[in-house]
């Protein structure tokens, strides 16, 4: 199971009114604590982002990244992830740091690291300076 989806638009609209909102430059995270034991994720990538196979892109990258590092048993949020214009032309890997960045912002617990986590299967190239 990745995650249980958000699906009516009055759900995002309820995150998005009451939630709190973290911001990076590669995506926006709504966070809403609910009484509820599930987590539900949304994704949403607008057409400012690009046609539909940009957004596609945006809203695959987003998915890859919150399957490494959300812990679906962290009690009940609703999360919704909001792509930003530059999304799609980022790796998944640095879509990746900026999904644990955020989780850091919001104080989420991050199973990427867990002491036994698996290794991230997006990883930066060989050589790689963050400042470049």
């Given amino acids: 199971m990745r995650y249980r989806p958000l699906h009516h638009n009055n759900e995002f609209g309820r995150v ?3 939630g709190k909102s973290y911001v990076d430059p590669a995506l ?3 966070v809403l604590k609910t009484r509820s034991k599930r987590t ?3 994704l949403t990538a607008t057409k400012k982002i690009g046609h539909a196979v ?3 892109r945006a809203r695959r990258v987003m998915k890859a990244a919150i399957d ?3 812990d679906y048993n962290i009690g009940g949020y609703d999360l919704v992830f909001v792509a930003r214009a530059q999304t799609p032309r980022l ?3 640095q879509v990746s740091r900026a999904v644990a960045r955020l989780f850091h912002k919001a104080g989420l617990p991050d199973k990427a690291l867990a002491p036994d986590a ?3 299967a997006t990883r930066p ?3 790689w300076a963050e400042g470049k």
Avoid: F, I, M
């Fill in 118 to 120: 698996p290794p991230p």
């Fill in 16 to 18: 998005y009114a009451k």
């Fill in 91 to 93: 790796k998944s890997w």
């Fill in 125 to 127: 190239p060989e050589g």
């Fill in 68 to 70: 490494e590092h959300l």
């Fill in 28 to 30: 926006v995270l709504y």
């Fill in 54 to 56: 940009q957004r596609n």
């Fill in 40 to 42: 539900r994720v949304g």
